[in-house]
């Protein structure tokens, strides 16, 4: 897990999301508005707009799309079939 505050530095990885076998899969949110579900469970999708947000500035937003078909897998390559995420 990296934290928040970041200074200028290498590019970082920051986890949009998880899933655990037998669960839905679940946005990992700093906040959740109360009408929000962040879940996607077995044959759903959802469409998120996400911004990068700086002290001196933000990204143009990007519009994905996650879909799940509610099938497990421990190979990565099934895994990236079962759990598809897109750009809009």
Known sequence: ?????LLIGPNRVCDLGRIVSGSPFELMLYFTPN???????????????????????ESNPIRIEISWN??????????????VVRQL
């Open 1 to 5: 897990m990296h934290p928040q505050t």
């Open 35 to 57: 009408s929000f579900d962040r879940e996607v469970r077995a044959n759903q999708k959802i469409h998120v707009e996400l911004t990068a947000v700086a002290d001196n500035g």
């Open 70 to 83: 509610g099938n497990w897998s421990d190979d990565t390559i099934e895994m990236s079939q079962n759990l």
